[in-house]
């Protein structure tokens, strides 16, 4: 597998440095086929964040739209291209190790124990930041959320959209 | 009422029609043309070659899809029709690139304005690249064909709600405005262009030019991507591709192509990429260089009733204003037109997330948006971007330039002055940092000192052109005015990569138009003035 350097070659020359450390880069790889990652837990973790004020209120309506985004977020990923899962995945992989939070985040807290204000925070440092990678990660959740969420004819209801019916 | 699928219809009634995914062995196949690509470009030579009773193969990377495919849905959609899913981007990933990736093209899921060049361009091309033969009289009669073949025609029915905000800001503020041209033939209004049209009235290559050439005899492979042009001693002698699988990934299946001549219609990313993996001469090294794009910016505006800008012809008004104000090149010119607003398109091209995103999100069918279309490639400080091999495809660099944030900044402001005067309650710059504005003096203090920067700024194009321009200058063209290339004797060019600059229009016509005058000059060539068959 080619050795991906969207994150890990980029931080190397900046953000490594800024933040003091000594990167250790693993070598990376998509996924073989069956051996499934989907970060659903992951996801889990920051689609509360991401979507707070479009998920529905109710408890159990609110679970059910997160676990379709979930499904439609594999879905979104499975249609890129090669390049762009392994990026994605360089991402995702970062998220859910030590040493990579460290480096995205400043700390080695793992996302699931984070806050929703810690998380909106983490978010926020991301948005603004000077290094375009951070902003690059954020953006990139931030368009497979937004786009798995609001593909699913499920969640247009609030938008008071649907799509003609032309066939009847 | 059932809709007849003329694709459907046309391979049971015999199309030649190969999906290279289903193949299991490595095949060769001959024509007097090959053709990469079946968009605005593939599908006119095509066309016009098959009539010149030429045999002619096809070559699309995409699948075929047909109506009975389009469901309207942009989850669909954006994998099965788009390049890259519809979340292509420049290398930097400051720019969003919309381009198709289908049977027909980008015209499969375009928004269908057709507008001819503008003479302005057409001077500057005269003037500065050494285009030749290319005014807009030599020109007005292959327009008029392609009018005519391809229905296109004013738009004479009430603008939706999000074009009609258009149009009156412009009345109000005596702006210029223009009734688009689309090429529909009993269009539903229905407003799913970009997602394929489920009533085949868009007259997309899908239902016009492909399936006439394949009434013709001609063949079309889909799912097979071409990857290099044998060449020796000034002549193309095959095409290698590759089959693709249902996922657009490659078999183990290769495909060669033979000819006497070849046409590229791959689109201006691709044409160049596939040339300079090919090591076609390029002595002035001009391949994939000066890669143009109407980097494009958006402003929403919230209106207090329904716009509903989802529904109804996605564009059939636009305002010419801004585009040639400081002359061709002087400061960056902007065209003035609106989007259809889906929900996945304007979830990503917004800002934010969280309460802010889904506040904005629920004033959906309140949403106004107006973009404007930055006309790059003239300004000596604008000279688009640089397509660059990878070990697996290709980049696209494209650097925002000093004169291209100064003409953002104007088109916000001219984007906020036609939003308020339409009747906007607020509007909103699409660009990270930019709070609702709630008057256009509020506006126009708070754009003057707006941040705007890469990836802070959601910038998109649906227009990629250049790469590989034309003229009779070899230092400053690949090929000639014609599309014949200046190094190969049976190679042509014939898609939206050959323009020098951009255009300053949305550029299906101009493919369409130019593409007829130099294919019906090549079947000349090809048939000697034989008679059609």
């Known amino acids: ?168 | 009422m059932a809709i007849i699928d003329p694709i459907v219809t046309g391979l049971n009634s015999g199309w030649l029609h190969t999906d290279a995914s289903q193949l299991q062995e490595n095949q060769q196949f001959e024509a007097d043309v090959v053709i990469v690509g079946t968009g605005a470009g593939g599908g006119v030579a095509a066309e016009i070659l098959s009539q010149a009773g030429l045999s002619v193969i096809m070559i699309e990377a995409g699948p075929l899809k047909s109506s009975s495919d389009f469901n309207m849905e942009e989850r669909v959609a954006y994998p099965n029709l788009y390049q890259q899913a519809a979340a292509m981007k420049t290398a930097d990933k400051a720019i969003g690139i919309f381009q198709g990736r289908a049977v027909g093209g980008s015209t499969t899921i375009n928004w269908t304005t057709s507008i001819r060049t503008p003479k302005e361009a057409l001077a500057f091309w005269a003037q500065h690249k050494s285009v030749a033969g290319l005014d807009p009289d030599a020109l007005a009669p292959w327009f008029e064909q392609m009018e005519q073949r391809l229905n296109i025609h004013e738009w004479n029915y009430e603008p939706n709600r999000n074009n009609g905000a258009l149009k009156q800001g412009c009345i109000n503020l005596g702006w210029d405005y223009t009734v688009i041209k689309r090429n529909v033939a009993g269009c539903w209004n229905t407003g799913y262009c970009g997602m394929g049209c489920p009533v085949n009235a868009k007259q997309s290559m899908l239902v016009t030019t492909i399936p006439t050439a394949l009434e013709k005899g001609a063949q079309l492979f889909s799912r097979a991507k071409v990857v290099k042009i044998e060449h020796h001693n000034g002549q193309v002698f095959a095409l290698k591709a590759q089959a693709l699988d249902v996922n657009l990934r490659p078999t183990s299946v290769e495909l060669l192509f033979k000819a006497k001549h070849y046409i590229l219609s791959a689109g201006a990313i691709h044409t160049p990429t596939l040339m300079m993996r090919s090591d076609v001469p390029d002595p002035y090294q001009l391949l994939g260089k000066r890669t143009f794009l109407h980097p494009t910016v958006l402003s929403g505006g919230v209106f207090a009733d329904a716009i509903n800008a989802h529904s109804g012809a996605p564009q059939s008004i636009y305002s010419d204003e801004f585009v040639w104000k400081n002359g061709a090149d002087g400061e960056l010119g902007y065209k003035l037109e609106v989007p259809p607003v889906h929900p996945i398109l304007i979830a990503s091209k917004t800002l934010g997330y969280g309460a802010s995103h889904a506040e904005l999100m629920a004033q959906f069918n309140q949403l106004q948006v107006t973009i404007a279309l930055i006309r790059d490639g003239y300004h000596p400080d604008s000279q688009g971007g640089q397509v660059h091999l990878t070990s697996t495809g290709f980049a696209l660099d494209y650097p925002l330039s000093e004169a291209f944030w100064r003409a953002a900044r104007r088109a916000y402001a001219s984007m906020a002055e036609l939003q308020f005067s339409a009747g906007a309650l607020k509007v909103l710059p699409i660009s990270d940092g930019m709070p609702y504005l709630s008057s256009w003096k509020e506006a126009k203090e708070s754009i003057a000192q707006m941040d705007l920067a890469p990836l802070r700024t959601i910038v998109a194009s649906a227009h990629v052109m250049g790469g590989c321009p034309f003229g009779e200058d070899e230092k400053l063209s690949m090929v000639n005015s014609y599309g014949q290339s200046h190094y190969l004797d049976n190679l042509s060019v014939m898609d939206g990569s050959i323009f020098p600059t951009s255009l300053g229009a949305n550029p299906q016509l101009s493919i369409y138009g130019i593409t007829a005058r130099n294919a019906t000059a090549l079947a000349q060539k090809l048939t000697d003035g034989r008679e059609p068959q």
């Open chain 1, 1 to 168: 597998m080619n050795r991906r350097t969207f994150l890990l070659g980029a931080f190397a020359g900046t953000a490594a440095i800024a933040l003091g450390v000594n990167l250790y880069s693993p070598e990376f790889s998509l996924p073989d086929e069956g051996e499934e990652k989907d970060y659903r837990l992951l996801f889990g973790v920051l689609l509360p964040v991401m979507l707070d004020g479009a998920l529905p209120d109710v408890a159990t309506h609110k679970q059910a739209a997160q676990n379709r985004t979930l499904d439609a977020i594999k879905q979104s990923i499975a249609g890129l291209p090669d390049e762009q899962q392994a990026e994605l995945f360089e991402l995702l992989d970062m998220l859910e190790n030590r040493l990579g939070l460290l480096l995205l985040t400043s700390s080695m807290t793992p996302l699931l124990m984070r806050s929703p204000s810690d998380l909106t925070q983490m978010l926020e440092t991301w948005r603004h930041s000077y290094f375009a990678l951070l902003q690059t990660a954020y953006l990139g959740l931030r368009e497979l959320v937004m786009a798995s969420y609001y593909a699913c004819p499920e969640h247009w209801s609030r938008l008071h959209y649907a799509k003609p019916e032309l066939f009847k």
